[in-house]
């Protein structure tokens, strides 16, 4: 199940065959808007159900409605994410917010929340990830990066930063750590 600006919408087979233009239009008869009592109500112009008008989205100038019922536009919106174009063009939006200021922002704050974490966390526990690092802690190439960065001073720093840190016993007292 997918959802479109918190709505939940099922998209069914038929409306997605004849958004990717794979079927011929349905044909309706009768008129776009009526009353139906004293309720507002409007015929979708995709799927044809009478529906009332909390059921289409405002279009941007906030006048008026859209034709297609909030169901079908979340179809044709589905379906235009899976072509390669629609894909394309979602990238571009991305990579377009994510270069803006609240778009780095919200990245920022996302980094430092507890739900990146969580994520982070699960991500981890995953076999197909432990894999992946025992593959690459293997690898000559790590072995190399590990001796290189041995021999650096922020390595020797590093190690003589810990190595002056108090540490607790087992007995809960304080006690310096030597070398």
């Known amino acids: 199940m997918r959802t479109r600006r918190g709505k939940a919408c099922i998209p069914d087979s038929s409306r997605l065959d004849y958004l990717a233009g794979r079927s011929a239009k349905p ?25 009332p008008m909390q059921m289409f989205y405002r279009r941007p100038d906030g006048r008026s409605r859209g034709g297609a019922c909030k169901k079908c536009e979340c179809a044709r919106a589905i379906a ?5 174009k629609g894909r394309k063009s ?6 377009k917010y994510r270069s803006s200021e609240k778009g780095r922002l919200a990245q920022r704050e996302y980094g430092r929340s507890s739900a990146r974490k969580a994520v982070l966390g699960r991500y981890h526990q995953k076999p197909s990830y432990k894999a992946s690092v025992s593959r690459q802690n293997r690898t000559q190439r790590h072995k190399e990066q590990l001796q290189r960065y041995a021999k650096t001073e922020k390595r020797k ?3 003589h930063r810990y190595s002056q840190t108090a ?3 087992c007995f809960g007292t304080i006690e310096a750590k030597r070398v």
Not at 40 to 51: N, P, V
Request: glycine share 4%; with cysteine; aromatic share 4%.
């Open 80 to 84: 235009w994410g899976r072509t390669k």
């Open 27 to 51: 044909s309706f008869h009768l008129p776009l808007s009526t009353s139906v009592n004293n309720m507002e109500t409007k015929r979708c112009t995709d799927c044809g159900e009478i529906l």
């Open 157 to 159: 720093a590093a190690s």
């Open 167 to 169: 540490k607790r016993s």
């Open 90 to 95: 979602q990238a571009k939006a991305r990579t």
